[in-house]
């Protein structure tokens, strides 16, 4: 049986996997399988999927699959978002995204990494809360690591691999993404 199969992957990679972290898992796979294989026109059963799937999802909230994450239940999403094709969210910790984030294609936020000891790597899984702000756009292929928070209403270039904290109001890109120029207050 399959869920047999991934029990024993998961249970060789992450020593400490329980069996409700297993069952949230795998009711996540369930889930992106229905989201990920509906047909175009399947809004309501996403939506009703992507529900049941998160901590919390606001209102307006639009994700063009394919869609990826490991929990599910530790993403939350404000008002009014959209996520292009192919996001992964790798949501071992809390990852919250404010309202009217824009969320380009084949975009990466991760929550989770690994000791960069190799004997402890293999039995540890170290998570990491990620925060976006309202107004965020995150460009095409934009990666986030773990730990980060971006301020609200900065524009991340696409192709950038956001290593540390971005301040509010400013366009950010680079590898490592850096502060290119602050944005002017629209009103104060």
Not at 33 to 43: G, K, P
Not at 96 to 109: E, F, K, S
Not at 157 to 170: K, L, N
Request: charge should be negative; glycine fraction near 8%.
């Amino acid at each position: 049986m399959m869920e047999e199969r991934l029990r024993r992957i998961y249970g060789i990679h992450f020593k400490d996997a329980d069996e409700d972290s297993l069952r949230v898992r795998f009711a996540c796979e369930r889930l992106m399988h229905t989201i990920n294989n509906s047909e175009l026109q399947d809004v309501e059963i996403r939506e009703e999927a992507f529900r049941e799937l998160f901590g919390s999802v606001g209102r307006d909230v639009y994700i063009q699959p394919p869609f990826y994450c490991d929990f599910g239940k530790n993403i939350f999403i404000g008002d009014g978002c959209y996520f292009n094709f192919n996001c992964t969210i790798l949501d071992t910790d809390r990852v919250q995204i404010g309202d009217r984030c824009w969320i380009a294609p084949n975009v990466q936020i991760y929550a989770a990494t690994h000791p960069v000891d190799a004997e402890e790597r293999r039995t540890r899984c170290i998570a990491k809360p990620v925060t976006i702000g309202n107004d965020v756009w995150l460009g095409g292929g934009v990666i986030v690591c773990p730990g980060v928070t971006i301020g609200d209403r900065s524009v991340i270039g696409a192709g950038s691999i956001v290593t540390r904290d971005i301040p509010a109001d400013c366009v950010a890109y680079g590898n490592p993404c850096r502060v290119r120029r602050m944005l002017m207050e629209r009103h104060k």
